[in-house]
Protein backbone atom coordinates (compact mmCIF):
# COMPACT_ATOMS: atom_id res chain seq x y z
CA UNK A 1 0.00 0.00 0.00
CA UNK A 2 1.26 3.47 -1.21
CA UNK A 3 1.91 5.56 1.98
CA UNK A 4 0.74 8.82 0.35
CA UNK A 5 -2.34 8.66 -2.19
CA UNK A 6 -1.79 12.29 -4.51
CA UNK A 7 -5.26 13.70 -4.77
CA UNK A 8 -5.97 16.18 -7.98
CA UNK A 9 -9.13 16.51 -10.08
CA UNK A 10 -8.93 18.38 -13.35
CA UNK A 11 -11.56 19.87 -15.00
CA UNK A 12 -10.84 21.54 -18.72
CA UNK A 13 -7.55 22.54 -17.48
CA UNK A 14 -4.84 24.83 -19.63
CA UNK A 15 -3.10 21.66 -21.19
CA UNK A 16 0.36 23.88 -19.79
CA UNK A 17 -0.44 24.42 -16.27
CA UNK A 18 -1.87 20.48 -16.39
CA UNK A 19 1.44 19.37 -17.49
CA UNK A 20 3.70 21.35 -15.13
CA UNK A 21 1.15 20.10 -12.25
CA UNK A 22 2.20 16.27 -12.99
CA UNK A 23 6.10 17.00 -13.58
CA UNK A 24 5.79 18.40 -10.21
CA UNK A 25 4.49 15.38 -8.39
CA UNK A 26 6.35 12.88 -10.61
CA UNK A 27 9.25 14.46 -9.53
CA UNK A 28 8.98 14.30 -5.85
CA UNK A 29 11.92 13.35 -3.69
CA UNK A 30 9.39 11.08 -1.85
CA UNK A 31 8.44 8.53 -3.74
CA UNK A 32 6.26 5.93 -2.24
CA UNK A 33 2.55 7.48 -3.31
CA UNK A 34 0.11 6.75 -6.09
CA UNK A 35 -1.22 9.86 -8.01
CA UNK A 36 -4.73 9.76 -8.42
CA UNK A 37 -6.22 12.15 -11.08
CA UNK A 38 -9.86 12.77 -11.66
CA UNK A 39 -11.16 14.03 -15.18
CA UNK A 40 -14.23 15.86 -14.20
CA UNK A 41 -15.08 17.12 -17.69
CA UNK A 42 -15.44 13.66 -19.58
CA UNK A 43 -15.66 15.10 -23.41
CA UNK A 44 -12.62 16.95 -22.92
CA UNK A 45 -10.07 14.24 -24.75
CA UNK A 46 -7.17 16.38 -24.95
CA UNK A 47 -6.33 15.78 -21.34
CA UNK A 48 -6.37 11.88 -21.32
CA UNK A 49 -3.64 12.23 -24.31
CA UNK A 50 -2.00 14.80 -21.86
CA UNK A 51 -2.40 12.27 -18.35
CA UNK A 52 -1.52 9.13 -20.54
CA UNK A 53 1.46 10.82 -21.82
CA UNK A 54 3.18 10.25 -18.85
CA UNK A 55 4.33 6.90 -18.22
CA UNK A 56 4.23 6.35 -14.85
CA UNK A 57 2.83 3.16 -13.13
CA UNK A 58 2.28 5.28 -9.97
CA UNK A 59 -0.52 7.29 -11.65
CA UNK A 60 -4.21 6.26 -11.69
CA UNK A 61 -6.43 7.85 -14.21
CA UNK A 62 -10.27 8.03 -13.74
CA UNK A 63 -12.91 9.94 -15.96
CA UNK A 64 -15.95 10.72 -14.53
CA UNK A 65 -18.91 9.49 -16.83
CA UNK A 66 -20.70 12.86 -16.56
CA UNK A 67 -19.52 15.98 -14.94
CA UNK A 68 -19.91 15.41 -10.94
CA UNK A 69 -18.91 18.95 -10.06
CA UNK A 70 -16.15 19.60 -7.75
CA UNK A 71 -16.83 18.38 -4.20
CA UNK A 72 -18.38 15.13 -5.37
CA UNK A 73 -15.05 14.38 -7.59
CA UNK A 74 -13.16 15.61 -4.42
CA UNK A 75 -14.80 13.20 -2.56
CA UNK A 76 -14.94 10.20 -5.49
CA UNK A 77 -10.91 10.81 -4.81
CA UNK A 78 -11.11 10.37 -1.04
CA UNK A 79 -12.82 6.95 -1.38
CA UNK A 80 -10.22 6.00 -3.71
CA UNK A 81 -7.45 6.76 -1.87
CA UNK A 82 -5.12 3.94 -0.40
CA UNK A 83 -2.69 5.98 1.09
CA UNK A 84 -2.06 6.28 5.04
CA UNK A 85 -2.10 10.51 4.42
CA UNK A 86 -3.78 12.11 1.16
CA UNK A 87 -1.96 15.29 -0.78
CA UNK A 88 -4.75 17.73 -1.82
CA UNK A 89 -3.15 19.24 -5.32
CA UNK A 90 -5.07 21.50 -7.76
CA UNK A 91 -4.76 21.10 -11.78
CA UNK A 92 -2.67 24.19 -12.27
CA UNK A 93 -0.08 24.50 -9.41
CA UNK A 94 3.74 23.14 -8.82
CA UNK A 95 4.81 21.15 -5.85
CA UNK A 96 8.44 21.75 -4.94
CA UNK A 97 10.24 18.39 -5.65
CA UNK A 98 10.43 17.98 -1.37
CA UNK A 99 6.55 18.93 -0.96
CA UNK A 100 5.52 15.56 -0.06
CA UNK A 101 9.11 14.09 1.82
CA UNK A 102 8.77 17.21 4.56
CA UNK A 103 4.70 16.86 5.31
CA UNK A 104 5.08 12.71 5.58
CA UNK A 105 8.58 13.47 8.06
CA UNK A 106 6.27 15.74 9.82
CA UNK A 107 2.95 13.47 9.86
CA UNK A 108 5.18 10.60 11.34
CA UNK A 109 6.81 12.26 14.01
CA UNK A 110 3.40 14.31 14.88
CA UNK A 111 0.89 11.46 15.54
CA UNK A 112 -1.92 14.08 16.97
CA UNK A 113 -1.83 16.25 14.13
CA UNK A 114 -4.27 15.55 11.27
CA UNK A 115 -3.81 18.10 9.04
CA UNK A 116 -0.57 19.90 7.92
CA UNK A 117 -0.51 22.90 5.43
CA UNK A 118 2.35 24.48 4.26
CA UNK A 119 3.24 28.51 2.96
CA UNK A 120 3.26 28.75 -0.58
CA UNK A 121 4.27 31.47 -2.82
CA UNK A 122 2.26 33.32 -5.56
CA UNK A 123 3.77 31.93 -8.96
CA UNK A 124 5.36 35.19 -11.28
CA UNK A 125 5.03 37.27 -8.73
CA UNK A 126 7.32 36.17 -5.74
CA UNK A 127 4.91 36.49 -3.32
CA UNK A 128 5.17 34.42 -0.27
CA UNK A 129 2.03 33.82 1.72
CA UNK A 130 2.56 32.11 5.47
CA UNK A 131 -0.85 31.37 7.65
CA UNK A 132 -0.87 30.85 11.08
CA UNK A 133 1.56 27.72 12.12
CA UNK A 134 0.10 26.32 15.33
CA UNK A 135 -3.31 24.63 15.53
CA UNK A 136 -4.87 27.04 18.29
CA UNK A 137 -4.03 30.12 16.21
CA UNK A 138 -5.37 28.38 13.08
CA UNK A 139 -8.65 27.47 14.68
CA UNK A 140 -9.39 30.81 15.92
CA UNK A 141 -8.14 31.98 11.93
CA UNK A 142 -10.38 29.56 10.81
CA UNK A 143 -13.46 32.01 12.35
CA UNK A 144 -12.61 34.43 9.60
CA UNK A 145 -11.69 33.00 6.61
CA UNK A 146 -9.21 29.34 4.72
CA UNK A 147 -6.61 29.58 6.69
CA UNK A 148 -4.91 26.28 5.53
CA UNK A 149 -3.95 26.65 2.31
CA UNK A 150 -5.52 23.36 0.55
CA UNK A 151 -3.80 22.59 -2.25
CA UNK A 152 -0.74 22.62 0.19
CA UNK A 153 -2.72 19.83 2.44
CA UNK A 154 -1.56 16.71 3.28
CA UNK A 155 -4.66 14.84 5.15
CA UNK A 156 -4.00 11.59 7.54
CA UNK A 157 -6.93 9.57 6.07
CA UNK A 158 -8.16 8.12 9.17
CA UNK A 159 -9.10 11.29 10.83
CA UNK A 160 -11.76 11.67 7.83
CA UNK A 161 -12.55 7.79 7.96
CA UNK A 162 -12.88 8.09 11.49
CA UNK A 163 -15.08 10.79 12.23
CA UNK A 164 -17.61 10.90 8.70
CA UNK A 165 -15.95 14.20 7.44
CA UNK A 166 -16.28 14.74 3.22
CA UNK A 167 -16.56 17.52 1.30
CA UNK A 168 -19.77 19.39 1.37
CA UNK A 169 -21.55 20.32 -2.21
CA UNK A 170 -23.74 23.07 -0.40
CA UNK A 171 -20.44 24.92 0.77
CA UNK A 172 -18.88 24.70 -3.41
CA UNK A 173 -16.12 26.26 -4.29
CA UNK A 174 -15.49 27.14 -0.52
CA UNK A 175 -15.37 23.26 0.15
CA UNK A 176 -12.45 23.08 1.56
CA UNK A 177 -12.79 25.99 3.77
CA UNK A 178 -15.84 23.61 5.24
CA UNK A 179 -14.03 20.84 5.71
CA UNK A 180 -11.11 22.72 7.78
CA UNK A 181 -14.09 24.28 9.86
CA UNK A 182 -15.58 20.98 10.32
CA UNK A 183 -12.34 19.32 11.77
CA UNK A 184 -12.13 21.44 14.09
CA UNK A 185 -11.80 19.52 17.71
CA UNK A 186 -11.60 16.50 15.52
CA UNK A 187 -8.14 16.49 15.05
CA UNK A 188 -4.85 19.02 14.97
CA UNK A 189 -3.73 21.36 12.61
CA UNK A 190 -0.25 22.84 11.28
CA UNK A 191 1.14 24.99 8.88
CA UNK A 192 4.81 24.31 8.17
CA UNK A 193 6.61 27.51 7.72
CA UNK A 194 8.12 26.37 4.43
CA UNK A 195 7.17 27.04 0.96
CA UNK A 196 6.21 23.81 -0.79
CA UNK A 197 3.88 25.21 -3.48
CA UNK A 198 3.91 27.65 -5.88
CA UNK A 199 0.39 28.64 -6.24
CA UNK A 200 -1.06 29.88 -9.86
CA UNK A 201 -3.38 32.97 -9.98
CA UNK A 202 -4.92 33.62 -13.50
CA UNK A 203 -8.41 34.34 -14.49
CA UNK A 204 -10.35 31.38 -15.28
CA UNK A 205 -9.62 29.62 -11.81
CA UNK A 206 -12.41 29.30 -9.90
CA UNK A 207 -11.53 31.56 -7.38
CA UNK A 208 -11.97 34.34 -10.03
CA UNK A 209 -14.85 33.02 -12.00
CA UNK A 210 -17.08 31.85 -9.18
CA UNK A 211 -16.46 34.93 -6.71
CA UNK A 212 -19.93 35.90 -5.49
CA UNK A 213 -20.61 32.18 -5.20
CA UNK A 214 -17.25 31.96 -3.09
CA UNK A 215 -18.94 34.82 -1.03
CA UNK A 216 -22.00 33.18 -0.34
CA UNK A 217 -20.77 29.84 0.42
CA UNK A 218 -18.36 31.55 2.66
CA UNK A 219 -20.90 33.57 4.81
CA UNK A 220 -23.12 30.21 4.85
CA UNK A 221 -19.58 28.59 6.67
CA UNK A 222 -19.27 31.51 8.88
CA UNK A 223 -22.80 31.00 10.14
CA UNK A 224 -22.39 27.22 10.90
CA UNK A 225 -18.82 27.81 12.46
CA UNK A 226 -20.33 30.37 14.87
CA UNK A 227 -23.02 27.98 15.71
CA UNK A 228 -21.05 25.18 16.30
CA UNK A 229 -18.02 27.10 17.88
CA UNK A 230 -19.63 29.76 20.03
CA UNK A 231 -16.83 30.54 22.49
CA UNK A 232 -13.83 30.28 20.11
CA UNK A 233 -15.89 32.84 17.72
CA UNK A 234 -16.43 35.03 20.61
CA UNK A 235 -12.87 35.15 21.82
CA UNK A 236 -11.04 35.69 18.61
CA UNK A 237 -14.27 38.33 18.09
CA UNK A 238 -13.27 40.49 21.18
CA UNK A 239 -9.93 40.19 21.59
CA UNK A 240 -8.41 40.78 18.61
CA UNK A 241 -6.55 43.49 18.57
CA UNK A 242 -7.18 44.12 14.66
CA UNK A 243 -11.09 44.90 15.35
CA UNK A 244 -11.72 47.33 12.58
CA UNK A 245 -15.45 48.16 13.33
CA UNK A 246 -18.64 47.17 15.79
CA UNK A 247 -22.03 48.97 15.19
CA UNK A 248 -25.54 48.02 15.92
CA UNK A 249 -28.33 47.64 13.73
CA UNK A 250 -31.56 47.85 15.49
CA UNK A 251 -30.47 45.13 18.44
CA UNK A 252 -28.36 43.18 16.38
CA UNK A 253 -24.59 44.05 16.55
CA UNK A 254 -22.63 43.96 13.07
CA UNK A 255 -18.83 43.48 13.25
CA UNK A 256 -15.46 43.65 10.80
CA UNK A 257 -12.77 42.22 11.85
CA UNK A 258 -8.98 40.54 10.54
CA UNK A 259 -7.37 37.92 12.31
CA UNK A 260 -4.16 37.11 10.31
CA UNK A 261 -4.52 38.98 7.18
CA UNK A 262 -8.20 37.02 7.21
CA UNK A 263 -11.56 39.25 7.66
CA UNK A 264 -14.86 38.44 9.07
CA UNK A 265 -17.47 40.75 8.59
CA UNK A 266 -21.20 40.20 9.65
CA UNK A 267 -23.29 38.92 12.34
CA UNK A 268 -22.14 38.96 16.05
CA UNK A 269 -23.65 36.59 17.67
CA UNK A 270 -23.62 34.83 21.57
CA UNK A 271 -22.35 38.23 23.26
CA UNK A 272 -23.75 39.85 25.84
CA UNK A 273 -25.16 43.39 25.05
CA UNK A 274 -22.71 44.72 28.45
CA UNK A 275 -19.85 43.70 26.52
CA UNK A 276 -20.53 45.26 23.13
CA UNK A 277 -20.83 48.65 24.56
CA UNK A 278 -17.75 48.07 26.89
CA UNK A 279 -16.25 46.77 23.12
CA UNK A 280 -17.64 49.70 21.61
CA UNK A 281 -15.44 52.04 23.68
CA UNK A 282 -12.19 50.63 22.48
CA UNK A 283 -12.97 50.35 19.25
CA UNK A 284 -11.54 53.31 16.47
Known amino acids: MPKV???????NTNEKFLKEAI????????SDFEFLILNDSPDNKKLDSIVKSFQDKRIKYIKNKKNLGISASRNKLLDLAKGKFLAVFDHDDVALPNRLEVQVNFLEKNPQIGVCGS?????????????????????????????????SAMIRKSVLDENNVRYEPEYSPAEDYALWCRLIGKT????????????????????????????????LIHKFVRDAHPNLWHEVCFNSPSIVRVRLFGLLPIAKFKYHGLTYNGFLKYVPFLSIKTKLVAVK
Not at 5 to 11: Q, R
Not at 23 to 30: E, G, K, V
Open 188 to 219: QFYNIPEILVFYRKHSSQTSKTQKEKMKKSTK
Open 23 to 30: SSILSQTF
Open 5 to 11: SVLMPIF
Open 119 to 151: AYEWMHKCKSRYNPQFSKQIEKALMAGCAVHHP
